[in-house]
Every structure is written in C-alpha cells, then in structure tokens.
C-alpha cells in the first residue's frame, strides 16, 4: 500500500503526527498541507511534516488520493463544503475529531454524493500540548482508532482506513457512530467536563491558590486533562451534549450517594461506595495489562 500524496487539512499535532507517521512508514510519497494558519503551514514544511504548502484545503486536496481533515469539530462542514468538487470515489477522506454523529451529519452535507469517499474516524491519541511543534510519528503507536462508517460508506475505503491505520501501529475498532459519542461521553468527555470543573472550584475560592500549592500527586494526575485546550474542547463537549448531559446526570446520582451517606454519618455505605469504585479500576486496569 502506497499512497501517491496526502492532503492535510489542518497540520496540528494530529494531523502533523499522522503525516508523520504515513512518511516513516513510506506510505505516501507526497505530503501537501493547508492550514487556517499561514504561519502553522509554514512552520509544518520546516519541520519536514509537510513537504509542500497549499494556499487552500482545496488546492491541498487536488491530486491527492488520500486526505486527513483534522480540523476542530466544529469547522467539519465547513472544509467538506470547501473540498467537494476535488473529491473523487477513488480517493480516501478521514477526520480525527473526538465525536462522530455530527462530523457524519456534517459530511453528508458537506460532501453531498461524494461522501462514500468519507471514512469517519477517531484515534484515541493526543498530547496536553497543541500545535505542529508537538507532532509526534509515534503518537498513534499502539492506540486504538475508532473507525465508525456509514451505510453510505464505500467498502474499498473502510478496507483501505483499516489497512492504513493498522500500518502506523493502530489498534483498529469498528462502530456506528452514536455508539461511539455515547461511549466516549461516558469515558472521555465527561472525564474532561469534571477536571475542568474541579480545578475552577479550587482556583475560585479565596485561599485557592494557597491549596494548590499543597496538591500532590493524585490531583496532578486527576486534574492532568484539565490542560487540554479551551476551543477544541469547548467544541467537542457543545458537539456532544446530549450524551454528555445524561452521563452529567448519572455521574450527579453517585456523588449524591456518597454526600448521603457522609451526611449520615454511615461509614458501612460510604465504604461499600469506595469498594465498588476501587474494585471496578482494579478489574479494568487488569484488562488494560493483558
């Protein structure tokens, strides 16, 4: 498998490390990349992510045979609107973003007739830190990559997104795409919403500062994603709210259990609460060693 240019649509960490890695593989003689950005796309061909700067996501998609989109959610229709009329049925089209049913939507309107072309994906990869500079060729090693097509979707593309997937390292996972947003509600999404919340809760009280200064290591690793940036996120909880929401409710039903049982005064529950808790880590962390 050799893919004669790839068209990257937004030459971030994601898009940057999967050019990356398609090139340390020698899966692609040719990468052109456009950014929103003059300044990431030129900074992109000096890092060797891209080898030639488009001056649009159209021009960096002609002549390509297989092109990543890895721009926020939000801004999906947008670039599909603005790429249509070079896509061709041969050619391999992908996204990275962290929710699926609305890039789906968003690439049925977009694309319009050519969106059998679209495989819809999502590599469970990333680092706090933004930008080309953070490209990685190793980032996608070893991770999983949610892949979630369409009854629209053209089998000879979803063959060559696994192919390509697997060949940089990926684990690749297949399902429909409102699985996917439920799931990641649950294990992502919400994950994020809480440490966002929490480190506001300390920093707006008066002697916040003060306790943070205390914080060890089990608020540094809770509150890590905390870091991740504002604008990606801020589009990917308003992209998945629905879900999100239900999985704010539940999450809300199991801290009223634990005040109940503190505002009792009942150790028995709030340790059967605790046992529940440490038993299911314990369970899912033996299955992440295997």
């Known amino acids: 498998m050799m893919f004669e240019q790839l068209g990257l649509i937004g030459c971030g960490l994601m898009g940057g490390s999967f050019a990356l890695a398609l090139k340390r593989a020698g899966l692609v003689r040719r990468v052109v990349g456009y950014s929103k950005s003059p300044s990431t796309t030129e900074r992109a061909r000096q890092l060797g992510v891209i080898d030639v700067e488009a001056p649009s996501a159209l021009l960096a998609v002609s002549g390509a045979d297989i092109v990543l ?7 999906s229709e947008a670039t599909f609107k603005s790429i249509r009329h070079m896509v061709s049925p041969q050619m391999l089209i992908m996204d990275v973003g962290s929710t699926k049913s609305d890039v789906v939507e968003a690439a049925q309107r977009g694309l319009r007739e050519q969106v059998g072309s679209f495989v819809p994906a999502h590599p469970i990869a990333g ?20 892949l979630t097509p369409t009854k629209q979707t053209l089998v000879a593309q979803l063959r060559k997104a696994m192919e390509v997937w697997a060949a940089i390292g990926c684990q690749v996972v297949q399902m429909p795409p409102e699985s996917h947003d439920a799931a990641f ?56 709210r629905t879900e999100l929401l239900t999985q704010s409710q539940l999450f809300r039903d199991q801290l009223q259990a634990f005040e109940a049982a503190m505002q009792g005064n009942d150790p028995q529950a709030l340790e059967d609460l605790i046992t529940q808790a440490s038993t299911a880590r314990t369970n899912w962390r033996m299955t992440q060693l295997r």
């Open 69 to 75: 989109v890895a721009v926020p959610v939000a801004a």
């Open 127 to 146: 680092k706090e830190l933004a930008g080309v500079d953070n490209a990685d060729a190793d980032l996608y090693t070893g991770k999983q990559v949610i």
């Open 185 to 240: 509600a649950a294990v992502s999404h919400l994950p994020h919403m809480l440490a966002f919340a929490l480190m506001n809760s300390v920093r707006s009280q008066s002697r916040g500062t003060e306790y943070l200064g205390l914080a060890g290591p089990g608020f540094r690793d809770f509150t890590r994603i905390a870091a991740s940036e504002p604008k990606v996120w801020r589009d990917i909880l308003l992209a998945n």
